[in-house]
C-alpha cells in the first residue's frame, strides 16, 4: 500500500505565494515521476507540472516562470513552488506519482486547496 500525503495549501493574496509538499510512504521500489495536477470548480482536473526520477521538468504553458518543482529522492517528496499566484491558480492541487511496487501503479493524493484571493 502506498500513499501520498499533501500539506502547504491555503489562502493567499494574488501576487505571494505558497509552497505544497507531498511525501510518499509505503511499499515502494522505486517512484518514477511526480507531479501536480489542479482541479478548479466547474473545469476538468489540468496538469500543472511533472518531474521525472532525473530531474526533468514540465510545464503547463499557464504556469511556466512562476511555479517551480523539485523532488527529494532520498526523502520521497516532490515540492511545488509557487509565485506571483494569481486568482486563476485556485483549485485543488492534487500530487500524484508514478510507483513501481509489485506493479507500476500511479498514485493521487486527497489534494490540498489554494485559494488565491484578488
Known amino acids: 500500500q502506498v500513499q501520498l500525503v499533501e500539506s502547504g495549501g491555503g489562502l493567499v493574496q494574488a501576487g505571494g505565494s505558497l509552497r505544497l509538499s507531498c511525501a510518499a510512504s509505503?511499499?515502494?521500489?522505486?517512484?518514477?515521476?511526480m507531479g501536480w495536477h489542479r482541479q478548479a470548480p466547474g473545469k476538468q482536473r489540468e496538469l500543472v507540472a511533472t518531474i521525472t526520477s532525473g530531474g526533468i521538468t514540465n510545464y503547463a504553458d499557464s504556469v511556466k516562470g512562476r511555479f517551480a518543482i523539485s523532488r527529494d529522492n532520498a526523502k520521497n517528496t516532490v515540492y511545488l513552488q509557487m509565485n506571483s499566484l494569481e486568482p486563476e491558480d485556485t483549485a485543488v492541487y492534487y500530487c500524484?506519482?508514478?510507483?513501481?511496487?509489485?506493479?507500476?501503479?500511479?498514485?493521487w493524493g486527497q489534494g490540498t486547496q489554494v485559494t488565491v484571493s484578488s
Open positions: 500524484t506519482a508514478l510507483i513501481t511496487s509489485r506493479t507500476i501503479i500511479r498514485y
Open positions: 509505503g511499499s515502494i521500489f522505486r517512484i518514477n515521476s
